[in-house]
């Protein structure tokens, strides 16, 4: 049971074509001026960690091998592009604390990664790498 879940979170590509398109869905959802019928809280900031921290697991399924810190810095410009965005939108706000939120679902979504057993190994973050004498 435990090869299969691992081999299921190896499959890089696929990881990065829901990366992708959740960044679509994510960014189609904070710019569209209707509310539509998807499972959400009524509390803003809930819906930014929500999606953040999902962003975030399928960006470190998906890039195994990248830095933690790209995935920071990506996922972090992504939400400030975001409050941009609606910055110029007369039916969005703008907000700090929403990027705020985004940090925070960004670090758990990074600490999921990094503390859970199934999800450590696939991706690179902990995982053993030789050292410069063992690639000889």
């Not at 809280?41 to 830095?67: E, M, Q, T, Y």
């Amino acid at each position: 049971m435990l090869l299969a879940l691992e081999k299921f979170f190896a499959l890089h590509r696929l990881w990065r074509a829901f990366w992708f398109f959740a960044m679509i869905g994510v960014f189609y959802l904070a710019t569209t001026p209707n509310p539509y019928p998807i499972p959400a809280s009524s509390i803003d900031k809930v819906n930014h960690i929500a999606a953040f921290v999902a962003l975030a697991v399928l960006f470190c399924l998906g890039f195994p091998k990248r830095s933690p810190w790209l995935m920071i810095g990506a996922m972090l410009t992504f939400g400030i592009f975001i409050e941009l965005v609606q910055a110029e939108l007369p039916y969005r706000d703008c907000s700090f604390w929403d990027v705020v939120a985004d940090s925070i679902g960004i670090l758990a979504g990074l600490a999921l990664c990094y503390f859970l057993p199934f999800l450590r190994e696939p991706i690179g973050y902990g995982a053993k790498r030789p050292t410069p004498h063992q690639a000889k």
